[in-house]
């Protein structure tokens, strides 16, 4: 199963102090950030190979207890995806985390996904994994409410055939068509863009 973190946190504070006091600013941030505090050092646990600056940066805006973490979400600034194969979901249990950033087109009203990371706890892979994590991923984001969508991410050699199994094709590397996946990327080796298309 995989939970939107930020739907988690919602759902949390309503269960615990009603609908209305789960809307105020600084109890949302304060939790949401709070959590923050245990997602991340798990993030870069299992995520070992990307380097932790580029970790810290994803999650630079939304640590900043001064702004409404989520009207940041909601704009699509930083969104994480929790993945967990267990029937009661805690943090505590979670076996991959996949973190993303999206784009509104104002006419089209085409959506961008930009897969930021996807990342599964060491323990966990080779058994399949990942692979389920990215098909309830691809269609959690065909559920949501835009009718055109498209999943954009860097992917190294190593992990091209993973994405094309879903999938996933190559497409030019166009810096102007992707400014907001190029700000945050992670590699400092060759990499080929993908796109999948809903």
């Not at 966990?124 to 309830?136: N, Q």
């Not at 030019?172 to 993908?194: C, I, R, S």
């Amino acid at each position: 199963m995989i939970i939107q973190y930020s739907q988690f946190v919602k759902t949390k504070l309503s269960k615990w102090f009603g609908s209305e006091d789960s809307k105020q600013v600084d109890t949302y941030n304060y939790y949401y950030i709070s959590g923050l505090e245990y997602i991340i050092p798990l993030i870069k646990q299992f995520a070992e190979t990307v380097n932790e600056n580029f970790i810290d940066n994803l999650f630079h805006k939304i640590q900043d207890p001064t702004v409404s973490i989520e009207k940041l979400v909601t704009r699509g600034e930083i969104e994480i995806i929790i993945y967990s194969s267990d029937s009661q979901f805690k943090l505590s249990n979670a076996k991959g985390f996949i973190v993303y950033t999206k784009t509104t087109h104002s006419v089209t009203k085409e959506e961008k996904i930009y897969l930021l990371l996807l990342c599964v706890n060491k323990s966990y892979r080779k058994y399949g994994y990942g692979k389920v994590f990215m098909e309830e991923f691809i269609q959690f984001i065909k559920n949501s409410n835009s009718k055109s969508k498209r999943v954009i991410l860097h992917s190294l050699d190593t992990s091209l055939q993973f994405y094309k199994s879903f999938g996933f094709n190559e497409v030019p590397d166009k810096v102007t068509n992707y400014k907001k996946l190029f700000k945050y990327e992670k590699y400092d080796k060759e990499t080929v863009l993908l796109e999948y298309s809903i």
